[in-house]
C-alpha cells in the first residue's frame, strides 16, 4: 500500500471535515503506513514525542468523522483502523477482522461483510464485533 504524500493526507481529512493538525496529519499518516489496526499504546510507541492524550484525542477525533472504526479484538486494547474511503461505519459495510494468535496483529479484511439480515423483529442492530483468529501470512509461514 502507498503511503499518501502530506498534500493527500491533508485531502483526506478535510474530506472528513477534519482539521488538519500536525498531530493528526502524522497519525493518519502512521495508520497509512501500518495497514492494519492499532491499539494507542502502538500508536504512542512509534512516536518519539507526542503525548498520549493528544494521540488519544486525534483518535477520538477520527472516529468520530468516519474515518478511523476501532476493533475489539479480544488483546484487551482498543484499536483503531482506517476506514475506507467513503465508510459511514453502518452497519452494513462493517467488515471482519482477523487477529493473529502469535504477533498480535489486527488486520481488517475489508473483502469478508457480515450478514445484516436474520435479526429478530424489532432488534436494532447497532454494533457488530467479529473477529477471526489465528495465524498471519508472516507467523504461519
Ligand atoms: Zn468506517
Ligand atoms: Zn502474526
Ligand atoms: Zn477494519
Redesign the pocket.
Known sequence: MNIPMKPELEQILLSRKIQPTAMRLLVLEELSRVNMAVSLNELEASFDKADRVTLYRSLKTFRKH?L??SIEDGSGSLKYAL??ED???KPE?LHAHFHCNKCNATFCLKDYHLPVSGLPRRFVLEEMNLVLKGLCDACSA
Do not use: N, P, Q
Open positions: 468516519k478511523v472504526h476506514c475506507e465508510c459511514e461505519c459495510e
